[in-house]
């Protein structure tokens, strides 16, 4: 057996280059696909293969205890449901349907039985929600926690296929359902966690009218509707991206790839009125949360302008902005009429 033993001192940090800096770094030394069949490596919302008259979509993602999750409050059965969702969601993303999942888990022995079956409750309510076949999978012992990983495969007709990069000047950007929520439900969930820890005796108060915020965190939903709406309307996006962590990370991306710029306008970023109250109360501007908050696994898509105006009357659709020509333009436009340049929140290591 042989051991590496690192220089630390002479070595870089990774919060230096943070995840995205990683995953570029990663992408850039990953050979070109050998298989005529690869269609699309890193990089997407999920990889695609040619399948004949469809392109296959295969994706995974990973959610650590400590870092994506806190079982001091995450129900598992929720938990099992959500790392599903969010899996989906990247298929979605691509303008394709989920048809199978695999499903890694490292459990440590602090975990009985019965709370693998409540994951797996949660885990076979989403493959119902979403049709799609649970085919396997790895289980393993772990010293830290509990760790999920989800693999999904699932495929989209070649002529639907929407991707990042394909996005145009002109293009209304346009997002589903409402966006900051999920954020401010994981700030009530630590700030009753923190009344907890202080005095075990007091009930957690997550009352009625919080009850949308803390399903949006605990327990979010995949926009595979959209996707089938999309098709029924006969409407392919020219870009589309899954909101994983936060409307500005995602449209940086999407601009950053497509080579164009935008102009948010902040009044239209849709918000739900507990999200509203959430964010008065914890003193964050509610535009901040949709913007920099994460989780809420909206779709962030863009229309050619003439295809927009058959969705203009959709209420789970709306309309936030437009693409720009000047890709150093990213921005957030008051209805004064002040500009300011979006960016994204920085990614810790181990945060
Ligand atoms: P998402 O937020 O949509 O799940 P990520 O930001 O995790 O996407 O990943 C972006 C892209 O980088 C995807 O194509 C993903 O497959 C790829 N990727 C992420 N981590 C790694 C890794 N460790 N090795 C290779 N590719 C990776
Ligand atoms: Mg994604």
């Given at each position: 057996?042989?051991?590496?033993?690192?220089?630390?001192?002479?070595m870089?940090?990774?919060n230096?280059?943070?995840?995205?800096g990683?995953?570029?770094?990663?992408?850039?030394?990953?050979?070109?696909?050998q298989?005529?069949?690869?269609?699309?490596g890193?990089?997407?919302?999920?990889?695609v293969f040619?399948?004949?008259?469809d392109?296959?979509?295969?994706?995974?993602?990973?959610?650590?205890?400590?870092?994506h999750?806190?079982?001091?409050?995450v129900?598992?059965?929720?938990?099992?449901?959500?790392?599903?969702?969010?899996?989906?969601?990247?298929?979605?993303?691509?303008?394709?349907?989920?048809?199978?999942?695999?499903?890694?888990?490292?459990?440590?022995?602090?975990?009985?039985?019965?709370?693998?079956?409540?994951?797996?409750?949660?885990?076979?309510?989403?493959?119902?929600?979403?049709?799609?076949?649970?085919?396997?999978?790895?289980?393993?012992?772990?010293?830290?926690?509990?760790?999920?990983?989800?693999?999904?495969?699932?495929?989209?007709?070649?002529?639907?296929?929407?991707?990042?990069?394909?996005?145009?000047?002109?293009?209304?950007?346009?997002?589903?359902?409402?966006?900051?929520?999920?954020?401010?439900?994981?700030?009530?969930?630590e700030?009753?966690?923190?009344?907890?820890?202080?005095?075990?005796?007091?009930?957690?108060?997550?009352?009625?009218?919080?009850?949308?915020?803390?399903?949006?965190?605990?327990?979010?939903?995949?926009?595979?509707?959209?996707?089938?709406?999309?098709?029924?309307?006969?409407?392919?996006?020219?870009?589309?991206?899954?909101?994983?962590?936060?409307?500005?990370?995602e449209?940086?991306?999407?601009?950053?790839?497509?080579?164009?710029?935008?102009?948010?306008?902040?009044?239209?970023?849709?918000?739900?009125?507990?999200?509203?109250?959430?964010?008065?109360?914890?003193?964050?501007?509610?535009?901040?949360?949709?913007?920099?908050?994460?989780?809420?696994y909206?779709?962030?898509?863009?229309?050619?302008?003439?295809?927009?105006?058959?969705?203009?009357?959709?209420?789970?659709?709306?309309?936030?902005?437009?693409?720009?020509?000047?890709?150093?333009?990213?921005?957030?436009?008051?209805?004064?009429?002040?500009?300011?340049?979006?960016?994204?929140?920085?990614?810790?290591a181990?945060?």
């Amino acid at each position: 057996m042989t051991t590496t033993t690192y220089d630390y001192f002479h070595m870089t940090d990774l919060n230096t280059i943070g995840e995205i800096g990683l995953i570029d770094r990663i992408r850039q030394a990953t050979p070109a696909p050998q298989h005529a069949e690869t269609i699309r490596g890193i990089g997407d919302d999920a990889a695609v293969f040619d399948w004949g008259t469809d392109y296959g979509l295969l994706s995974t993602d990973m959610l650590v205890e400590g870092i994506h999750f806190d079982l001091t409050y995450v129900p598992l059965k929720h938990l099992g449901y959500k790392a599903i969702a969010v899996n989906v969601s990247d298929i979605a993303a691509m303008n394709g349907l989920p048809i199978q999942v695999t499903v890694n888990i490292g459990l440590s022995s602090r975990f009985p039985v019965e709370a693998v079956d409540e994951l797996y409750d949660g885990i076979r309510a989403a493959c119902e929600a979403y049709n799609v076949d649970l085919v396997g999978g790895d289980t393993t012992a772990s010293r830290s926690g509990l760790i999920i990983s989800v693999s999904v495969l699932g495929k989209v007709p070649k002529d639907l296929i929407t991707y990042r990069n394909t996005a145009q000047p002109n293009d209304v950007v346009c997002v589903t359902g409402d966006l900051g929520a999920a954020y401010l439900g994981l700030q009530m969930l630590e700030r009753e966690k923190q009344v907890f820890l202080a005095d075990p005796n007091m009930q957690p108060d997550l009352s009625e009218e919080r009850a949308y915020l803390v399903q949006r965190q605990l327990r979010p939903d995949a926009r595979t509707d959209i996707v089938h709406e999309l098709r029924d309307l006969g409407i392919r996006p020219t870009a589309m991206i899954d909101i994983s962590d936060g409307l500005a990370s995602e449209l940086l991306h999407l601009c950053r790839q497509s080579g164009t710029g935008a102009v948010i306008f902040d009044e239209n970023i849709p918000l739900d009125d507990q999200a509203l109250l959430a964010a008065d109360e914890f003193k964050i501007s509610p535009v901040t949360a949709a913007l920099n908050g994460g989780e809420d696994y909206e779709l962030l898509f863009t229309v050619r302008p003439q295809a927009f105006e058959k969705l203009s009357t959709n209420a789970r659709i709306t309309a936030i902005g437009y693409l720009t020509a000047d890709p150093d333009q990213v921005v957030l436009a008051t209805k004064a009429g002040q500009q300011t340049p979006i960016r994204a929140q920085g990614w810790v290591a181990g945060a």
